[in-house]
């Protein structure tokens, strides 16, 4: 499946470094997700845009900058991060109305790993 | 109460059984319901929608108790390959901004 893309699969990155997450969808949704999975946790929603507006912070640190140009791109800037937050970062996308009702659809994820 | 509750496991079976796992929800105005599934290391695929009517696909069965507000998952025939973790999530559209929640996932592991 290639409805939502993420790179890169693997990122390792120094506390010092920037980097970016991209997200893209090419099912025609009009919101997109960004999600933390630390490794044997559940999913931590971290922010929501819908129609390209910031809809949901969800108590992210500043050090997580995310960016939607468009409905279908979502970046996740990446400053200054600290060891504890190498995890799994899941973009989404979904349909906010219409049939398919919320049906939310994951990217395989970028495996973060901060040194 | 969580808004979306499941046991965590982890459920051990052996192939050829049968396993059901519930999950609870808090706000009865949820009106969507679905089942995911999640692989170790890889990211949570839609598994299949939960009617109100209950559905069946295969092996796996959902169904929706509204008045006792949870749902369930029924699978039936276990194979090796459907050790996974089990994800509920209900979406609630009049909640603003970030209709759906997940559950935490109910682990499941078939063994031979």
């Known amino acids: 499946e290639t409805g939502v893309t993420q790179t890169p699969r693997h990122l390792v990155m120094g506390m010092t470094n920037k980097k970016s997450l991209k997200c893209e969808q090419h099912?025609?949704?009009?919101?997109m997700y960004w999600y933390k999975q630390s490794a044997k946790k559940p999913l931590e929603l971290m922010f929501v845009?819908?129609?390209?507006?910031?809809?949901e912070n969800n108590s992210v640190p500043s050090r997580f900058s995310p960016e939607c140009p468009n409905s279908s791109h979502l970046f996740l800037h990446l400053h200054t991060l600290q060891p504890e937050d190498s995890a799994l970062y899941l973009c989404?996308?979904?349909?906010?109305?219409?049939?398919?009702?919320?049906?939310?659809?994951f990217g395989e994820g970028s495996w973060l790993t901060v040194v | 109460r969580k808004e979306v509750e499941q046991d965590p496991g982890p459920f051990n079976v052996p192939e050829g059984a049968t396993v059901a796992f519930n999950c609870t929800y808090s706000?009865?105005?949820?009106?969507?319901f679905f089942w995911y599934r999640q692989d170790c290391r890889k990211e949570p695929k839609l598994l299949m929608s939960?009617?109100?009517s209950g559905n069946e696909d295969g092996r796996f069965t959902a169904q929706l108790n509204r008045a006792s507000q949870y749902i369930s998952l029924l699978i039936r025939d276990s194979k090796l390959s459907d050790s996974a973790t089990y994800l509920c999530?209900?979406?609630?559209?009049?909640?603003?901004?970030?209709?759906?929640?997940f559950g935490k996932g109910t682990r499941l592991s078939v063994i031979a």
């Open positions: 939960v009617y109100s």
């Open positions: 706000n009865s105005a949820s009106q969507s």
């Open positions: 845009y819908n129609f390209k507006e910031q809809t």
């Open positions: 099912l025609g949704h009009n919101a």
């Open positions: 999530v209900v979406i609630n559209r009049n909640s603003g901004n970030t209709p759906l929640v």
């Open positions: 989404a996308s979904s349909q906010v109305a219409g049939p398919e009702g919320n049906t939310i659809y």
